[in-house]
């Protein structure tokens, strides 16, 4: 297995969640951090256990729907450790309604997080990861990447297009030292679920009740995540399902792919 120790990984979402478990298990690899956040308190306490665990970390507040923000960030991380090796594009959010239901607001306030993010963190890293051996682009999809889900109708285009955006990425970057990672995560235990926004027609407690839902379907922790990103990172995997239940999806939709989506009606519908 690769070595990590003294490689810059640039995390995105780093104030908690994946984020935020990612970071202090790339610090315990030897990483030196770079990470960002638009949550400025999270983010700041993620430094601090970085460097409570003895890591070294950088941070800035990014809005990553924001190019300017991101390419500032990229132009940071440069000038501070004078190369980047990682950059896990992570930041997301979700939005729950029907397309009908969804105003165009609300629609390009997820692709701007989901999507844009993902583009704006690639581009501006990626000159600097082709001057380095070996490079790697995480980019964090979802299992409802691979499937379509009633009322999740914005969600599921942002994570179906970051993993043909990253799958072409591949095809392109097969002749560079550059690893572009897809990763698939199930339900992971993270502060997605209490941060989802609804439309209105889903009444004025679906937030609290979703939360509580997805806390007893999700079964994997943050910290089971990002050590199944580590590992993918070291073995240079491109594609990455995190959970029985991402994997399960992921049959299924092999299997029927004609047909899973009734599965998902009685499971989401």
Same mark, same amino acid.
């Given at each position: 297995?690769?070595?990590?120790?003294?490689?810059?990984?640039?995390?995105?979402?780093?104030?908690?969640?994946?984020?935020?478990?990612?970071?202090?298990?790339?610090?315990?690899?030897? +990483?030196?951090?770079?990470?960002?956040?638009?949550?400025?308190?999270?983010?700041?306490?993620?430094?601090?256990?970085?460097?409570?665990?003895?890591?070294?970390?950088?941070? /800035?507040?990014?809005?990553?729907?924001?190019?300017?923000?991101?390419?500032?960030?990229?132009?940071?991380?440069?000038?501070?450790?004078?190369?980047?090796?990682?950059?896990?594009?992570?930041?997301?959010?979700?939005?729950?309604? =029907?397309?009908?239901?969804?105003?165009?607001?609300?629609?390009?306030?997820?692709?701007?997080?989901?999507?844009?993010?993902?583009?704006?963190?690639?581009?501006?890293?990626?000159?600097?990861?082709?001057? =380095?051996?070996?490079?790697?682009?995480?980019?964090?999809?979802?299992?409802?990447?691979?499937?379509?889900?009633?009322? /999740?109708?914005?969600? +599921?285009?942002?994570?179906?297009?970051? =993993?043909?955006?990253?799958?072409?990425?591949?095809?392109?970057?097969?002749?560079?030292?550059?690893?572009?990672?897809?990763?698939?995560?199930?339900?992971?235990?993270?502060?997605?679920?209490?941060?989802? =926004?609804?439309?209105?027609?889903?009444?004025?407690?679906?937030?609290?009740?979703?939360? @509580? @839902?997805?806390?007893?379907?999700?079964?994997?922790?943050?910290? /089971?995540?990002?050590?199944?990103?580590?590992?993918?990172?070291?073995?240079?995997?491109?594609?990455?399902?995190?959970?029985?239940?991402?994997?399960?999806?992921?049959?299924? /939709?092999?299997?029927?792919?004609?047909?899973?989506? @009734?599965?998902?009606?009685?499971?989401?519908?």
């Amino acid at each position: 297995m690769k070595s990590l120790e003294k490689k810059v990984a640039a995390i995105t979402g780093a104030a908690s969640g994946i984020g935020r478990s990612l970071a202090l298990a790339l610090a315990r690899e030897g +990483c030196f951090l770079a990470l960002a956040d638009h949550n400025k308190k999270g983010l700041d306490e993620t430094v601090r256990m970085v460097k409570d665990a003895g890591g070294v970390a950088m941070s /800035q507040v990014v809005d990553v729907a924001n190019r300017s923000q991101v390419e500032r960030f990229a132009a940071a991380v440069i000038k501070k450790y004078k190369q980047a090796d990682i950059v896990v594009n992570n930041a997301g959010v979700t939005l729950f309604g =029907r397309l009908d239901d969804v105003s165009y607001r609300e629609f390009e306030w997820i692709m701007g997080i989901n999507l844009w993010g993902v583009v704006y963190g690639t581009r501006a890293f990626l000159p600097h990861l082709r001057n =380095r051996p070996e490079a790697w682009v995480v980019n964090l999809s979802s299992a409802f990447g691979l499937v379509g889900v009633p009322s /999740q109708t914005t969600y +599921c285009a942002t994570k179906f297009a970051v =993993r043909g955006f990253t799958e072409s990425l591949q095809r392109e970057l097969k002749d560079t030292p550059i690893t572009a990672i897809s990763v698939h995560p199930g339900g992971i235990k993270t502060n997605i679920a209490y941060n989802a =926004r609804f439309t209105s027609g889903f009444g004025k407690d679906a937030n609290k009740k979703f939360a @509580r @839902r997805f806390d007893r379907m999700a079964k994997t922790s943050a910290d /089971q995540a990002a050590g199944a990103i580590v590992y993918a990172i070291k073995r240079k995997k491109r594609r990455l399902l995190i959970g029985a239940d991402a994997k399960l999806i992921d049959i299924v /939709q092999r299997i029927f792919p004609s047909f899973y989506g @009734r599965i998902m009606d009685a499971l989401f519908g």
